[in-house]
């Protein structure tokens, strides 16, 4: 029961700049599109995204008399290319149990976004096995075996301050054990410490690999759509300490900053397996870049 496609509340990006829909035909100029440039900007595009699709808005059409209607539609053309390739859901392999590391800072979403995953594969008739790795945030714990009493799906823990690896091996062994579909492991997102960090998701990595040489299947880094153009340095933060395989953005309701998710597509290229739309269960959409591009340009 997935939440309605939702995008960045910020209607009317557009509308500020060129005016509403029934304004005049206005020429696509270096001033207008310098303004539009400005706007894509502060939607948290960031400059080299925003010059280039600015730059590909002008291409055949510079110079032309175009109706605020065009334009936006237009830009929506563009900003849709650059998202369509990375709107993907999370591949389910035909191998099981799939091993899916969850990573991402402290408070971006990351255990949320573990309960709404496990709601949804449990809809679809998978059995999910957690794993509350963030071991030594008790409170991280205690909410995900909140989120797995909501959505029906058993949360292995281990005593505070105890190790993740092992924790991640014994939650692999139970998960293949009653031969689950899924495996879906929570961790640290302390990066005051990186070295630590990456060690800790090293060895994570190191351990499952013993119980399956193909495991994770999947690293999904967490990311919270708010932070805007910090999200960028989140991912190349995390490719550094772990082998990011795809993207869920959080906290895309009532987020003005939403154009961040051009600028990573631009940048990275990695899939975006769903988006975060609200607080509660339902409240994880897929990714669908045509309504997002429409409501970033309004
Ligand atoms: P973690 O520290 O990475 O595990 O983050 P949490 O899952 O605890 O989430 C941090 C806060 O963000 C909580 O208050 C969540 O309710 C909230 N949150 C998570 N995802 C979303 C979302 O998509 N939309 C909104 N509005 N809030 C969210």
Do not use: C
Request: proline share 5%; hydrophobic share 45%.
């Amino acid at each position: 029961a997935a939440a309605e496609p939702a995008a960045p509340s910020r209607p009317g990006l557009l509308s500020r700049v060129i005016g509403r829909d029934t304004a005049p035909r206005r020429v696509l100029d270096d001033e207008m599109l310098e303004s539009l440039e400005d706007l894509l900007i502060q939607s948290d595009m960031g400059v080299e995204t925003a010059v280039r699709v600015t730059a590909n808005l002008a291409e055949g059409r510079y110079g032309r008399r175009l109706s605020v209607e065009e334009i936006k539609r237009a830009l929506a053309d563009e900003i849709t290319r650059i998202m369509e390739p990375v709107a993907k859901p999370l591949p389910l392999y035909a191998k099981t149990p799939q091993v899916v590391l969850v990573v991402g800072v402290n408070g971006s979403g990351k255990t949320t976004t573990i309960g709404k995953l496990a709601a949804q594969f449990r809809a679809a008739g998978k059995q999910v096995v957690i794993a509350a790795g963030d071991t030594f945030r008790a409170a991280a714990v205690e909410q995900l075996q909140v989120w797995g009493e909501r959505a029906g799906v058993p949360v292995m823990t281990a005593p505070e301050g105890s190790d993740p690896a092992s924790l991640a091996f014994d939650a692999l062994t139970r998960a293949q054990a009653e031969g689950a579909d899924l495996l879906m492991i929570d961790t640290a997102g302390r990066l005051q410490n990186r070295a630590d960090l990456m060690e800790e998701l090293a060895k994570i990595v190191r351990v499952i690999r013993k119980k399956d040489p193909d495991a994770p299947h999947n690293t999904l880094l967490v990311l919270d759509a708010t932070t805007g153009q910090n999200a960028l340095s989140q991912v190349e933060i995390f490719q550094k300490l772990a082998d990011v395989s795809g993207l869920v953005m959080t906290k895309l309701d009532g987020t003005a900053r939403g154009g961040v998710l051009v600028a990573l597509a631009d940048r990275f290229g990695l899939p975006i397996h769903a988006i975060g739309v609200g607080e509660q269960i339902d409240d994880l959409a897929p990714f669908d870049p045509e309504d997002f591009a429409r409501a970033l340009t309004g």
